[in-house]
């Protein structure tokens, strides 16, 4: 399964690569992150339909499944609203790296309750991707920033996508990838309604092609990038894709940036993409090593 767990991870680090160097874009024009957020769980339906009906719209009912699938999605989407408010009140260059972080809570769900094992190629790939994660967003010499509410924010959101990525693995033992795509569908809209609170409609809001066209665009990116990070998990090791996916995604994002601005890069970020690009190829060439018996296996799936 090896060749399938890597080419969904580098499918994923492809489109969410592609997506984070456009996705500040609508911003910039005068469309709202919290609105960024409704197009994106709106965009989440295309492929969700497209994989159900490829399965013949069979959808896992059983209460594992629902709690399972809902608990992905709302991990997700509820991280991503904190964020919003995380941002509003504290420094970015900050709130990121901190949050890039949640590869490791992954890394020691899986270790520890899933039984997952890798080998020493596989060791050093995730500690040099873990170490490349904050070097991306990293900025010194900002000033200092109080420890405050921002900070509680952020280690919840670092908590809050950890887990979403130790239970779309968790998940996979039991329910199909398109029954979690589902769930995790049905927890992004259901938080539409919170991201709509949050917006202050009372600001100049740009509804033309380069607000929420431009976001629909970008933002299905994210959603295939979603879906076929489903697949990962579900052939992959939690402990290899999630560092991988997170490591090599901003990897892209931050050349795609730096090739379009023509600006020379920090001595931080230059070293975050040689940590990354070297991740990258240990988790690539470490053959398979048995997951412990304590782990449940992986059933099939229609993809």
């Not at 569908?185 to 409609?201: I, K």
Request: with cysteine; hydrophobic share 55%; proline share 5%.
């Amino acid at each position: 399964m090896q060749s399938n767990w890597l080419t969904y991870t580098l499918i994923t680090t492809l489109l969410w690569g592609v997506w984070g160097a456009f996705a500040g874009l609508p911003s910039e024009h005068g469309f709202p992150d919290t609105l960024i957020y409704v197009v994106w769980a709106l965009t989440m339906i295309p492929p969700a339909l497209v994989v159900l009906a490829r399965s013949g719209w069979r959808i896992e009912r059983d209460r594992r499944s629902v709690v399972l699938g809902l608990t992905v999605g709302l991990l997700g989407a509820g991280g991503q609203m904190l964020l919003f408010r995380a941002v509003q009140s504290g420094p970015a260059y900050l709130i990121f790296p901190i949050v890039s972080l949640s590869p490791a809570l992954t890394i020691a769900l899986s270790f520890g309750l899933l039984g997952e094992r890798t080998g020493r190629l596989g060791m050093a790939g995730i500690a040099l991707a873990l170490c490349s994660l904050p070097l991306f967003d990293l900025q010194l010499g900002q000033g200092g920033a109080g420890l405050g509410t921002w900070f509680v924010l952020a280690l919840i959101v670092l908590v809050a996508w950890g887990l979403q990525a130790y239970f779309i693995k968790l998940a996979n033992a039991g329910s199909s990838a398109e029954s979690i795509f589902f769930y995790m569908t049905v927890g992004a809209l259901a938080c539409v309604p919170v991201a709509l609170a949050m917006t202050d409609f009372s600001q100049t809001i740009n509804w033309g092609w380069q607000g929420p066209g431009l976001a629909a665009v970008t933002q299905v990116l994210n959603a295939i990038g979603a879906l076929t990070l489903v697949y990962a998990f579900r052939h992959g090791k939690a402990m290899v894709v999630s560092p991988l996916v997170n490591a090599g995604a901003p990897l892209l994002t931050a050349v795609l940036s730096m090739a379009l601005s023509g600006a020379t890069p920090s001595g931080s970020k230059l070293l975050g993409v040689a940590l990354a690009l070297l991740a990258a190829l240990l988790l690539a060439l470490q053959p398979e090593v048995p997951t412990s018996s304590s782990s449940q296996p992986v059933q099939g799936d229609a993809a």
